[in-house]
């Protein structure tokens, strides 16, 4: 079982930038970011792999940079740029496989206009 522990979330005006962070309790081999605005579904926005492998999915593309520390068993998702659009609960999500195994709770992103 590995746990999650999300922070970083908040209120930001539109243009602003924001990073999340993500602390896990053990070593895993994908880390991920999605999130779920109201309404929708929840979505990938990035995913790293441990040897540092990123793919980037949707709006937050180009944007937005996932980066991890092995040693911490941290993820990190950096975000630019942000939107009234991008506002969601992002979670934080992890596993040795895909899909992930373990979440966590979410951190609330507000972008104000």
């Known amino acids: 079982q590995v746990q999650l522990v999300e922070s970083g979330g908040g209120l930001v005006q539109a243009g602003g930038s924001l990073t999340l962070s993500c602390a896990a309790s053990?070593?895993?081999?994908?880390m991920a970011w999605y999130r779920q605005a109201p309404g929708k579904q929840r979505e990938l926005v990035a995913l790293?792999?441990?040897?540092?492998?990123?793919t980037y999915v949707g709006p937050l593309r180009g944007r937005s940079t996932i980066s991890r520390d092995n040693a911490k068993n941290m993820v990190y998702l950096q975000m630019n740029s942000l939107k009234p659009e991008d506002a969601a609960v992002y979670y934080c999500?992890?596993?040795?496989?895909?899909?992930?195994?373990?979440w966590g709770q979410g951190t609330q992103v507000t972008v104000s206009s």
């Open positions: 053990g070593s895993v081999f994908n």
């Open positions: 790293i792999t441990r040897g540092g492998i990123t």
């Open positions: 999500a992890v596993g040795q496989t895909w899909p992930p195994d373990y």
